[in-house]
């Protein structure tokens, strides 16, 4: 079957490192994006990618790193800039610029700061 | 920019009892308005979008919203809820031009008690 895949499901890393969480995809999407979910405050767009090897910053891109350099992968890495990375991650897919089927999302990294 | 305001961050309600969720956007432009659902540790799965045409529309589990441009409310009502119906809701807009990347509300925890 189609989907997302997410890894890995709990990650924890230590304060100054880089982790990369990562995100593939076999639906034939072009467009990958990646969402910071937090507590009340629903989910936030860090980047997103419409086609390969191009992408774009969302609303809170500082301290995280993208590549997309396959059209199923779409891995982020959270640099030692991002100040309070504990969060819940998650990866959504779509056909770009058809906005009929939404998103697929996969089922998240939960990444904490020990 | 587009913006999403979910005006609950929770809802208790008791099981059979009718419930609506409450969600507003701000747009300059034409918009597409979805709702998820979201279970624990998981990631969201669409429960219903308005595209065009009937501002009416309805998903396969009981679940109906209604798009009022006028007041640019997207409000997801059901006539009676079940216990499984617990869970939280993210209302969500695509604009139609520039950036094409959902734009999430805040979420609504819906807790149904028996």
């Known amino acids: 079957d189609g989907g997302i895949t997410q890894s890995p499901k709990y990650l924890f890393r230590k304060e100054g490192q880089n982790v990369t969480l990562s995100c593939e995809q076999n639906l034939n999407h072009d467009a990958m994006y990646w969402y910071r979910q937090d507590p009340g405050q629903g989910l936030r767009l860090i980047y997103y990618?419409?086609?390969?090897?191009?992408?774009q910053k969302g609303d809170i891109a500082e301290g995280y790193s993208v590549s997309r350099e396959k059209k199923e992968s779409f891995p982020l890495t959270v640099t030692s800039a991002q100040k309070n990375p504990t969060a819940f991650y998650l990866c959504?897919?779509?056909?770009?610029?058809?906005?009929?089927?939404?998103?697929?999302f996969g089922s998240g990294t939960r990444l904490t700061v020990v | 920019a587009q913006s999403v305001t979910q005006l609950d961050s929770q809802v208790p309600v008791f099981e059979e009892a009718p419930v609506e969720l409450r969600c507003n956007y701000s747009?300059?432009?034409?918009?597409?308005l979805f709702w998820y659902v979201q279970y624990p540790n998981q990631g969201l799965q669409l429960l219903l979008k308005y595209l065009s045409g009937s501002t009416l529309v309805k998903s396969i589990n009981g679940f109906e919203a209604e798009f009022n441009k006028s007041q640019t409310s997207f409000h997801l009502r059901k006539p009676s809820v079940h216990i499984s119906d617990t869970a939280e809701y993210f209302c969500?807009?695509?604009?139609?031009?520039?950036?094409?990347?959902?734009?999430f509300g805040s979420g609504t925890r819906l807790q149904v008690q028996p």
């Open positions: 969500a807009v695509r604009l139609d031009t520039g950036r094409r990347a959902l734009t």
């Open positions: 959504a897919s779509s056909p770009p610029f058809v906005p009929a089927n939404g998103y697929t």
């Open positions: 990618s419409q086609i390969v090897n191009d992408f």
């Open positions: 747009s300059s432009v034409s918009v597409y």
